[in-house]
C-alpha cells in the first residue's frame, strides 16, 4: 500500500507543476501520430518486483453512448501466483485530492460502483489483463482513470485518461451575463444536456476556431476564456491568441459565464417546418404534439457538430433563447464563420420564431421524415459560435 500512495504523490506533484508553470496563454500542441493505438508502457514498478503494471499512454477516445476499454495489464515476478488473490481496482480521479470507486474485482468476485453499476466489466483477454470495459459511456465518465492491482501487500498503479468527442459552448442564462457562481455554472450546463468543460477541452475548441470575449467556469474551478482574434475590449489588441485564465476563483461569491461540454447524441435534432412562427409556448406543444421536446441548448451544438445540422431561420430551444445553427456560412445567414447564433432571449409571449425539436433514437421509419439531411459541406467546419 506504500507504493500506492507513493503512486499518488507522484502523479500530484506532476500536476502541481504543471499548475505552477501553466501560462495564461496556451501554446498549440502537434497532434499524436499515434493516435489510436492500443500501447503498453512501463507505469511504475514496485521495488520488490512483485507486480508490474502496464496502461496505454496518452489517452482513450470515445463518444457518449459508446463503448470502450480502459487498457491495463499485468505481470508478476515470480509468475506462480493464485490468481485468486489478485486483487484489481479502478478509481476515477475526481480532482488532486478525492478518488471515486468505479470497479473491483478479486478472483470471481467483481463489483462496479454507483453510475457504473451495469456498465463496467472486466475485458478478461488473458492472464494479466485487468483492463475494463465502460459500457454506454456518458459525459460524466471523462477523466482520468487508476488501475490498481495488488498480490497480497505489494501494489502497482497506472492510469488512463477517458477523452470524448465533443463540442464546447459557452453558455449564460436568461438573466444575463456573469450571472452563475461555479455550482450554478455545473446545473446550467446540467439543465443543457452537457457538464463543464474541462482546461483540456477549451484549449481542443481554440485551437478549433473558438473565439469568445466572455469569462466562464471550468470544471477545475477556474475561470478562462479562448480568444482566436485578439482585440481591445477583450485583453488588449497587442496580447497573443490564447486561453486567458484568470485562475481559480471563489465558487460560491464570484460570478461568471460558463464553458459547456456536449457529446454525440442518442436522437436526432430538427427543424420543425410549420406554416406560421409561433410564441415559446406555443412551440413547446408544437414539439410535443411531434413526439418530441424542445431541443436543448447542448443539443442544438452537438446537432451542427456531428449531424452537420445548417439552418438559416431562428428557432426557439429549451432554455428560452433563439438560435440556428450554420455549417456553410452565407452572408445572409449571420456572418462569414460557421457556428450557432445566438439572437438572445426574447419575450416568450410576444415574440413569434420556428423551434427547434429533439426525437430520441427510434426504430420508426417516419422519424426520418420530419429531420433534415446533413448538408454537404463547402467550409471547415470550426468549433465556434456567435451572437447576434
Given at each position: ?17 504543471t ?6 496563454f496556451?501554446?498549440?500542441h502537434?497532434?499524436?501520430?499515434d ?5 503498453v ?10 507486480v ?8 482513450v ?9 480502459l487498457?491495463?495489464?499485468f ?5 506462480n ?41 472486466l475485458?478478461?483477454a ?35 485518461s ?6 464546447v ?29 474541462s ?12 473565439d469568445?470575449?466572455?469569462a ?24 497573443p ?5 484568470y ?25 420543425l ?63 462569414s464563420?460557421?457556428?450557432?447564433r445566438?439572437?438572445?432571449f ?6 413569434l ?36
Open positions: 500500500m506504500m507504493m500506492k500512495l507513493q503512486g499518488r504523490l507522484w502523479w500530484l506533484a506532476s500536476l502541481s507543476c499548475v505552477l508553470l501553466f501560462s495564461p496556451v501554446t498549440p502537434p497532434a499524436d501520430p493516435k489510436g493505438r492500443r500501447k508502457v512501463h507505469v511504475l514498478e514496485d521495488d520488490s518486483g512483485a508490474i503494471v502496464q496502461t496505454a499512454p496518452g489517452k477516445v470515445t463518444h457518449r453512448g459508446g463503448t470502450i476499454t487498457p491495463c495489464r505481470h508478476h515476478e515470480p509468475e501466483v493464485d490468481p485468486a488473490r489478485i486483487r484489481i481496482k479502478w478509481t476515477k480521479v475526481t480532482d488532486a485530492f478525492q478518488f471515486e470507486d468505479v470497479f473491483v474485482a478479486l478472483g470471481r468476485q467483481q463489483r462496479a460502483f454507483g453510475p457504473y453499476r451495469g456498465r463496467v466489466d475485458e478478461q488473458g492472464v494479466g489483463d485487468a483492463s475494463v470495459i465502460i459500457h454506454n459511456v456518458t459525459l460524466q465518465d471523462y477523466g482520468r482513470y487508476e488501475c490498481e492491482v495488488t498480490n497480497d501487500m505489494e501494489d502497482d498503479t497506472g492510469f488512463v477517458l477523452d470524448l468527442e465533443g463540442v459552448f459557452p453558455y449564460y442564462p436568461r438573466l444575463g451575463r456573469y450571472k452563475l457562481n461555479y455550482h450554478d455554472a455545473e446545473e446550467s450546463c446540467k439543465q443543457q444536456d452537457a457538464i463543464l468543460a482546461h483540456a477541452q477549451l484549449h481542443k475548441a481554440w485551437l478549433e476556431g473558438l469568445w470575449c466572455n466562464g467556469w471550468l470544471e477545475d474551478g477556474s475561470v478562462q476564456y479562448p480568444i482566436s482574434h485578439p482585440r481591445d475590449q477583450c485583453g488588449r489588441k497587442d496580447t491568441a490564447g486561453v486567458r485564465n485562475g481559480y476563483r471563489h465558487k460560491e461569491d464570484e460570478r461568471y459565464d460558463a464553458f459547456c461540454f456536449t457529446s454525440k447524441l442518442n436522437g436526432q435534432v430538427y427543424f417546418k410549420r406554416f406560421k412562427k409561433v410564441s415559446y409556448p406555443e412551440a413547446l406543444k408544437a414539439c410535443q404534439r411531434d413526439g418530441s421536446a424542445m431541443a436543448k441548448v447542448g443539443q442544438l451544438y452537438a446537432a451542427w457538430k456531428f449531424q452537420l445540422l445548417d439552418r438559416c431561420e431562428a428557432g426557439w430551444v429549451e432554455d428560452g433563447s433563439v438560435r440556428y445553427p450554420i455549417v456553410n456560412p452565407r452572408a445572409r445567414c449571420g456572418g464563420e460557421p457556428g450557432v445566438n439572437l438572445g426574447p419575450d416568450k409571449k410576444f415574440r420564431y420556428g423551434v427547434y425539436c429533439f426525437r430520441k433514437d427510434s426504430p420508426d421509419p417516419e422519424v426520418q421524415t420530419t429531420v433534415q439531411a446533413p448538408v454537404k459541406t463547402t467550409a471547415k467546419l470550426a468549433n465556434s459560435t456567435r451572437s447576434i
